[in-house]
Structures are given as C-alpha cells and as structure tokens.
C-alpha cells in the first residue's frame, strides 16, 4: 500500500514538471511590449466593440493607455464589419447554417500623422449550425460567437501591434 502511494506522487511529480517545464500555462493576458505606451484607441466608448474589447485587453495587459488623442504618442483606428451568409436551407426555405465573418482594418498613426504601422486587414470566418426550430437560441448563439469573435481579433491585433510597432 505504502508503495502505491509512493509510485503515485512520484509519477504526479514528474508529470508536474514535465508540464511546467514545456512552458504549458493557462490562458490569460500576455504581458505587452513597453513599445505600445502611449497608445490612444480611437472609438473605444463601446466596451462591447472591438475597440472597446481591444482597448480593455491592452490595459489587462499592462498598456498605459493615452487619455486623449492630443497626448498619444501613437493612435489606433480601425473598422469592423459583419456579414451574414446563407450556407444551407431546411425544405421550407429556413436557414440551418450560417456562415459569418468578422472583417477588420487598423493602421498606426504618430503625433505627426505619419503611419507607424501600415493599414493592416484581418478576417476571421465562423459557421453557425441551427436546428431550424430555436429562434431565440439562435440570436443568442449568434450574439455569444460575435462576442468572441470581437474578443479572437482583438488578441490577433495586440499580437499584431506587438510585433511590428517600434
């Protein structure tokens, strides 16, 4: 018995750090590069929009943001847009599955106006399945993917930003 227990924390001990060792841990905020200080997000008021979800990653993050426009050592614009797309019909005409994307252009612009990062284009695609007979659970799936679809561009952008602003 005494062995048992003695194989069992020796094999749990070398599995801890095998897991430690390989660089495994848990999803969260990556620490951001000092280079993205200063930064001012334009359009950030909405915290349910991409700016607004960027905005909140880069401060997760340790970004010390830009207050204002006029102080901001660089400044961030971009657009987002969704598409809806009819992938497949039920007999009586009733979509089933959808197909939806979440378009993006951002650029970096200095004090002086000039691009610190060029316009850069991003495009994530979801397909949405339904059982044609769920409205209600349909808008709400919709609404949850939007959400984390706005969430997935916004670490791609950090991501982005990170490597490529000076």
């Known amino acids: 018995m005494l062995k048992g227990r003695h194989w069992r924390s020796g094999f749990l001990l070398s599995i801890l750090l095998i897991v ?3 660089g495994f841990h848990l999803k969260g905020h990556q620490q951001a590069t000092p280079n993205l200080n200063g930064l001012f997000v334009e359009d950030a008021e909405n915290s349910k929009s991409l700016a607004g979800i960027l905005q909140r990653d880069l401060r997760a993050s340790g970004v010390a943001l830009a207050a204002d426009a006029a102080v901001a050592k660089n400044r961030l614009s971009l657009t987002e847009a969704f598409k809806y797309r009819v992938l497949s ?3 009586n ?3 089933l599955e959808y197909e939806l994307r979440l378009k993006s252009d951002f650029s ?6 000039k691009a610190a990062l060029p316009e850069q284009h991003l495009e994530l695609v979801r397909e949405l399945t339904y059982s044609g007979t769920d409205e209600l659970g349909r808008r709400n799936e919709a609404k949850l993917v939007r959400g984390d679809m706005r969430t997935d561009m916004a670490d791609q952008i950090v991501r982005r930003l990170q490597a490529q602003l000076d």
């Open 20 to 22: 430690s060792g390989c």
């Open 89 to 91: 019909v039920d007999e």
């Open 93 to 95: 005409g009733k979509a």
């Open 108 to 113: 970096v612009v200095d004090r002086e106006g």
